[in-house]
């Protein structure tokens, strides 16, 4: 029996309904997985083949439920290639989601901003990508996943960020939009990266989701993803230090919104168009 299988007979046999929507939740934002209804809460410690997670923010649950009348699975809290775990870790969660039936992924993280405009409690949506981590596809090509050589030209669903903007407008909210960079971490970043960044393109920085982002598309998943500003660039922030703690509860306070937005965004989606 192959890991996949292990994994996916394992949850198989714990939950009800194969879930048609995953979410992936960030440091400080797994207060969603609270307004999942009828939840099943599966510890990562008792999945075979899964890791468990050691960053500050991530409680290491998937839970299966129903969110915005859809079957759903949640990771509350990620793994990092920082923890030390490989990339085919990182995101091997990604592909038992596939294998469980599910076709859309959200992902929502806790980033800092590049983008001048943007401060602390923003909302981002992601546009686009700039990775600057070992791509998770390096190795033998899994052909039940994907093609060897992927195509990233299309991998942020522009149908569901129309459909989040809306929602976003009728809760009053304004979302910002623009590219994630991710690096390997866990240092912050450093005044002369923050720039390199800026030269080179990105909005906002982190030191996740795109692992994940890059897998996905690689199964045929539909993808939305959005940031959670809760730190800003030395320069931008009057040389205030970035701090782990205040992250989170940065992130914390943004949740509300988050929550009850991706609430509306997955009630909205046609899953099978």
Do not use: W
């Not at 409680?59 to 990339?87: C, D, P, W």
């Not at 990182?90 to 469980?100: C, D, E, Q, S």
């Amino acid at each position: 029996m192959n890991t996949y299988t292990e994994t996916l007979q394992y949850l198989q046999s714990r939950i009800k309904n194969a879930p048609q929507v995953g979410i992936i939740l960030g440091s400080g934002l797994g207060d969603l997985a609270n307004q999942i209804q009828s939840p099943t809460v599966i510890p990562y410690a008792q999945i075979p083949n899964f890791c468990t997670s050691t960053a500050i923010g991530h409680k290491g649950n998937l839970i299966f439920g129903t969110l915005g009348g859809k079957s759903v699975v949640a990771m509350q809290g990620r793994f990092h290639y920082y923890e030390g775990y490989t990339m085919q870790q990182v995101t091997f969660p990604v592909r038992i989601m596939k294998l469980l039936g599910v076709q859309t992924l959200f992902v929502s993280n806790a980033a800092g901003a590049v983008n001048p405009q943007f401060r602390v409690g923003d909302l981002m949506v992601i546009t686009d990508h700039i990775n600057l981590q070992p791509n998770p596809l390096i190795g033998p090509n899994d052909d039940q996943f994907g093609v060897r050589f992927l195509d990233m030209t299309t991998t942020y669903s522009k149908r569901i960020r129309a459909i989040a903007i809306q929602q976003a407008q009728e809760m009053g909210l304004t979302l910002k939009q623009g590219v994630y960079l991710a690096n390997t971490g866990p240092c912050y970043e450093t005044p002369a990266e923050y720039k390199y960044y800026a030269t080179i393109g990105a909005d906002a920085t982190g030191m996740s989701t795109i692992p994940e982002v890059i897998v996905a598309h690689h199964c045929g998943l539909e993808i939305f993803g959005m940031s959670v500003i809760t730190n800003q660039a030395n320069e931008l922030s009057d040389n205030h230090l970035n701090d782990g703690d205040e992250v989170v509860a940065v992130a914390n306070k943004a949740s509300q919104h988050l929550t009850t937005l991706f609430a509306r965004i997955i009630q909205q989606v046609d899953i099978n168009q």
